[in-house]
């Protein structure tokens, strides 16, 4: 079992910035995979990025240039940098985990934060 805690979330301008955090407790040894989904209203839960199983990055095209993820492995910690952030970046963002202990794979979701980009 993996528990996630997300903080960060809120309201903020259009143009200004956030950084949402995960802190990983539990069964860290088995995660092999770490990012960030979004899900706004009316639309299906999306990948906004992430860390692949190797290591490396992926993005969404829309926030490519303008979000930035990074971890914290002495922390199990992962951060979401949001700058330039648009309206239609308003959603309920969620911290994912993938897992795998003894080959069976799973995963994990955080409670969600709201991050609100109005004037």
């Known amino acids: 079992q993996v528990q996630l805690v997300e903080s960060g979330g809120g309201l903020v301008q259009p143009g200004g910035s956030l950084r949402l955090s995960c802190a990983a407790s539990g069964s860290i040894f088995s995660i092999i995979t770490m990012g960030w989904y979004r899900q706004a209203p009316g639309k299906q839960r999306e990948l906004v990025a992430g860390f692949t199983s190797d290591g490396r990055t992926k993005y969404a095209d829309s926030v490519k240039g303008r979000f930035t993820i990074s971890r914290d492995d002495a922390k199990n910690t992962v951060h979401l940098q949001m700058n330039s952030l648009k309206p239609e970046d308003t959603a309920v963002y969620y911290c994912?985990?993938?897992?795998?202990?003894?080959?069976?794979?799973?995963?994990?979701w955080g409670q969600g934060t709201q991050v609100t980009v109005s004037s």
């Open positions: 994912n985990v993938g897992t795998s202990v003894g080959g069976v794979p799973d995963d994990y």
